[in-house]
């Protein structure tokens, strides 16, 4: 059964902007410092909870000459962040500091982040637990980010994808499914829009959904080949096994299990400190470093 989500993943074009962003505007802790396992040559960073919990992270592909995006008929909108009842008015306060533009409306802050995804921090009646909430900035734990709460899919074929979700598991009303466990949800929007989406700066690469186990994770590629769904790739990246399916409008939905973790080659105190790789690609550590001057 479907655990929530799991991770997103978006393209930005540098590591210093984003890091300023994510960790020392709005709290994020950087928990993993890896690379694309297909192309060892572009840094995949993590960012989330103190722990790196799924269903708080956000990831990101760095590509320096990254062009623009282009929305077209099928892509992944806004992604929203649940903060705690009552704190809009201090996140309001603090990215007016930090000269970040944002709008609020009845749903909560939008705005975007430097590479231009679109983010809502909206309030939920939870707080993140001490032993989650991260340490380094002067956010309080009673404000701090607490996971994602929803993601859009914009686009033309909106039947196709509700269907297509709810044969993978998830359930809820029309057009808004949910998978009854974390309490996060995917919001379907229709889009009359005809041309191909180009992705660039900002652009969603894909959604990941949580398993609980990699034997979940196999069971479902099993049923997807039996389904004849669009069978992208089944792997294990060490820190999660993935299946990559391509949905409805062939944008790409990864369901990842949420076991061993990212303290499979670091302690919990220090996630992100040094360039992590998983145990297979130990043996081109070497080479990966020099790619990214030995850090």
């Not at 996140?91 to 944002?102: K, M, N, Q, S």
């Not at 359930?171 to 379907?188: K, W, Y």
């Amino acid at each position: 059964m479907i655990q929530g989500i799991h991770h997103i993943s978006a393209f930005i074009k540098d590591f210093e902007t984003t890091h300023h962003f994510y960790q020392d505007i709005l709290g994020y802790r950087l928990v993993k410092n890896t690379v694309n396992q297909t192309n060892l040559k572009m840094r995949h960073l993590f960012y989330g909870d103190y722990a790196g919990t799924p269903g708080t992270v956000l990831t990101f592909f760095e590509i320096p000459r990254i062009g623009h995006t282009y929305e077209g008929a099928h892509y992944f909108g806004r992604v929203s962040l649940g903060v705690p009842a009552g704190s809009l008015a201090f996140w309001e306060r603090r990215l007016d500091r930090y000269g970040c533009l944002f709008e609020r409306d009845e749903t909560g802050i939008l705005l975007d982040d430097p590479d231009g995804m679109k983010l809502r921090l909206m309030e939920i009646s939870e707080v993140i637990s001490a032993k989650l909430a991260t340490r380094h900035s002067d956010i309080r734990q009673e404000e701090q980010i607490i996971r994602i709460v929803q993601v859009e899919i914009c686009t033309n074929v909106p039947l196709e994808m509700e269907n297509w979700l709810r044969e993978n598991g998830f359930q809820g009303e029309a057009g808004r499914l949910s998978d009854d466990m974390a309490g996060s949800f995917t919001q379907i929007i229709p889009n009359v829009l005809a041309e191909k989406t180009r992705f660039g700066r900002g652009a969603i690469d894909h959604i990941a959904y949580a398993l609980r186990s990699k034997e979940e994770v196999s069971r479902l590629h099993d049923s997807a080949m039996r389904k004849g769904f669009v069978v992208e790739e089944l792997v294990d990246r060490g820190y999660f096994k993935s299946l990559y399916l391509r949905d409805p409008g062939f944008g790409r939905i990864e369901f990842a299990s949420l076991e061993p973790g990212f303290t499979l080659d670091e302690k919990l105190d220090e996630l992100g400190s040094t360039l992590s790789l998983p145990p297979f690609l130990e043996a081109k550590r070497a080479e990966i470093e020099s790619y990214f001057g030995g850090i």
